[in-house]
């Protein structure tokens, strides 16, 4: 009876953060929503139409207030929301670990002799995540051994995760999704990834690349005890400008380089142009999976490395006036931008910008450097 009624309040404490992770994440949301209304004209920028691309029928922004009534509200209401994010007890100040799992048999634990150890108050040892099997109708690995693995060692698609007990059974309190833990298999791959966890600690296991991870969460991690606030540079409404937008015809698949030296193929659906400091420039966004309402600009300026995080700052924004395969305009608010998580936790994927998003002007806008208190 007494270890039910722990298995209860553990639920409960869980269900109790959840909650506050689903409201940090709407309140963001909805300020980047507000934020996206009507802005600063910016001149069309007089260049070559790049290939496979269709030129706008008509390129003139037009002549609009710098910024509307409740900018400033709204802006502030975003950064407060972007605060609550990065210090969320799952935010990424929490990140302490991001280890690959081998083929076969991956121990986990806070003692010596796991493969992959927790550096964070946990159980001696957790439970094995194996991971096994082939695909049906996979066709043999050319470079594949006897013993059936690849000779890189890369788990391949079709290949499933379990999580088993250790010799001594599973630690108590520890819950697959909120739930008492079992063996069986895990999810890996969608937007509802099988979460293990243990009192402060959770762990998912991830798909990068054709490789599986663990990525390791801590939300008493000394780096979210000790957060404060974030930095940012005073608001200025001539950061915020109206570009020209341009489709591909048809979108084309861009490769963007991670900071785990992998790279990602993602769809990007055109181009804007627009004008900064009278420079005429142009950026490029990707579509995010699960985000087909948002387009997401990965990029440096000459702050980078000076004033700001020097491997990239990211910015979301909504859709074309016309959408995404028409010609028209888009709103960029260079206050909006943001660190990317590597500049919180060293075990983040965090995308890089494209040769062709590095910036050649001074963006003093945004999120700066972060300074752990």
Known sequence: MVRRLAVRKRLAGLSALSLAILLAGCALLQARQALAQDVAPAAPVDSATPANSTAPADTAAPAVSPVYAKWGKDLAAWRAAREREIGAPDGWLTLVGMEWLKPGVNSVGAAQDNQIRLHAQAPD???????????????????????????????QDGQIVQLLAPSGGFPPDLLIDGKPAREGQLTVEGASLSTISWHSVTMVVLSRGGRYALRIKDADSPARASFQRLNWYAPNPLYRVRAVWTPYTPPRIVKIPTA?????????PGFVEFVLDGKPLNLEPVMEKGAEGTLFFILKDLTSEI????????LHTGLPDHGLDQPGLLTLDFNLLENSPCAYTPYATCPLPPEQNRLGVTLEAGEKLYAPQ
Do not use: E, F, N
Request: net charge positive; hydrophobic share 20%.
């Open 260 to 268: 785990l030296g992998t790279t990602l193929d993602l769809p990007s």
């Open 307 to 314: 004033s700001t995080y020097g491997t990239a700052r990211y």
């Open 125 to 155: 040892h957790i439970g094995l995540l194996t991971v096994s099997g082939t695909p049906p109708s996979a066709k043999p690995h050319k470079s594949k051994p006897q013993g059936g693995q690849p000779a890189d060692g890369q788990p």
